[in-house]
T-cell receptor, first 114, second 113 residues
Framework: AQSVTQLGSHVSVSEGALVLLRCNYS??????LFWYVQYPNQGLQLLLK??????LVKGINGFEAEFKKSETSFHLTKPSAHMSDAAEYFC????????????FGTGTRLTVIP | DAEITQSPRHKITETGRQVTLACHQT?????MFWYRQDLGHGLRLIHY???????NKGEVSDGYSVSRSNTEDLPLTLESAASSQTSVYFC????????????FGEGSRLTVL
C-alpha cells in the first residue's frame, strides 16, 4: 500500500533562511508524488508534482523538490523563506497506474520568524 | 473558470441529526473525493467516486455515505451525527490519470454538539 511520512509536524525558520520539509514514501514501485500547501481557512493547492520526468521539480512561489529513488524521498526546499510561506504543507503519493486516489501525509506546519 | 464549491462552509448541529454537505465541481472530472482533516491526522479519505453511480469507501467511512447521480455533485451525508465527526471536511476532484492534480474545495467546518 502507498503511504508517505512527513518528518516534523512543526518546522520554524527565520525569514530569509532555508526551508526544508521532509517527505519519505513507501512504495514497491516509484509513484507519483505531490506537495500541497494549505493557507489558514483555505483548501489545499498544488505546489509541485513529480511524474517520472525530471527528478528536480520546480513549483510555485520558489519551491522545489527532488525525487531520490535510493532514499525514497521527495523533500521540499526553498532557498529563502518569506513571511508569506507560513502555512501547512502536505506531501502526497499516487500510484502510477490503476487507482486514482492520493494518500496524504500528516502535514508539516511551517512558521516563519521575522 | 472551473471550480469546486462546498456548502455550507460552517455548520453547527446536534448529536443524532442527519447532516448533508454539498460538493459541486465544474471541471467535468469523473473522480471525486471526500476527506476529513483533523489535527495530527492530516487528511483522511472518507468516500470517493470514479463516476456516476460509482461510490467507494475510504479509510474512515463509518457513519458517512455518498451518492453520485451526476458528474458534478458528490454530497456527503452523516446519517446520525456524532461528536467524533466534528472536523473540517474537504471535497476534491481529479481528472482521469494518476499524474493529475487534485483540486480542492474551500472546506466545510462541522461542529457536532
Amino acid at each position: 500500500a502507498q503511504s508517505v511520512t512527513q518528518l516534523g509536524s512543526h518546522v520554524s525558520v527565520s525569514e530569509g533562511a532555508l526551508v526544508l520539509l521532509r517527505c519519505n514514501y513507501s512504495s514497491s514501485v516509484p509513484p507519483y508524488l505531490f506537495w500541497y500547501v494549505q493557507y489558514p481557512n483555505q483548501g489545499l493547492q498544488l505546489l509541485l508534482k513529480y511524474t517520472s520526468a525530471a527528478t528536480l521539480v520546480k513549483g510555485i512561489n520558489g519551491f522545489e523538490a527532488e525525487f531520490k529513488k535510493s532514499e525514497t524521498s521527495f523533500h521540499l526546499t526553498k532557498p529563502s523563506a518569506h513571511m508569506s510561506d507560513a502555512a501547512e504543507y502536505f506531501c502526497a503519493v499516487s500510484e502510477q497506474t490503476g487507482a486514482n486516489n492520493l494518500f496524504f501525509g500528516t502535514g508539516t506546519r511551517l512558521t516563519v520568524i521575522p | 473558470d472551473a471550480e469546486i464549491t462546498q456548502s455550507p462552509r460552517h455548520k453547527i448541529t446536534e448529536t443524532g441529526r442527519q447532516v448533508t454537505l454539498a460538493c459541486h465541481q465544474t471541471w467535468n472530472h469523473n473522480n471525486m473525493f471526500w476527506y476529513r482533516q483533523d489535527l495530527g491526522h492530516g487528511l483522511r479519505l472518507i468516500h470517493y467516486s470514479y463516476g456516476v453511480q460509482d461510490t467507494n469507501k475510504g479509510e474512515v467511512s463509518d457513519g458517512y455515505s455518498v451518492s453520485r447521480s451526476n458528474t458534478e455533485d458528490l454530497p456527503l451525508t452523516l446519517e446520525s451525527a456524532a461528536s467524533s465527526q466534528t472536523s473540517v471536511y474537504f471535497c476534491a476532484s481529479r481528472g482521469t490519470g494518476s499524474a493529475g492534480e487534485l483540486f480542492f474545495g474551500e472546506g466545510s467546518r462541522l461542529t457536532v454538539l
